[in-house]
């Protein structure tokens, strides 16, 4: 039996840049997939996104970064 300290260090220990980048390609499959959008339409939004979050000094490894994503991607999209 393989116990968890028997893991190294980096399996232990979760990586915020690799769960940002998880929940970013979650969130681009979603545009692409439910929103119907194509898929450099969906990226357009999750980079303008990632620009008013910077702006507005959000940390874009909280847990609520990706549902304020959708949310400002869904009312941005409803203005254009």
Not at 11 to 31: C, G, N, S, T, V
Not at 36 to 50: M, N
């Amino acid at each position: 039996m393989t116990l968890p300290q028997d893991y190294p260090a980096s399996m232990r220990k979760p990586d915020p840049e690799r769960i940002y980048q998880a929940r970013r390609a979650a969130h681009f499959r979603r545009l692409a997939d439910v929103h119907r959008l194509d898929e450099l339409d969906a990226e357009h939004w999750l980079r303008k996104w990632e620009r008013e979050a910077k702006a507005r000094g959000l940390d874009r490894h909280s847990g609520t970064f990706w549902q304020d994503a959708e949310q400002w991607i869904a009312e941005q999209r409803r203005a254009h």
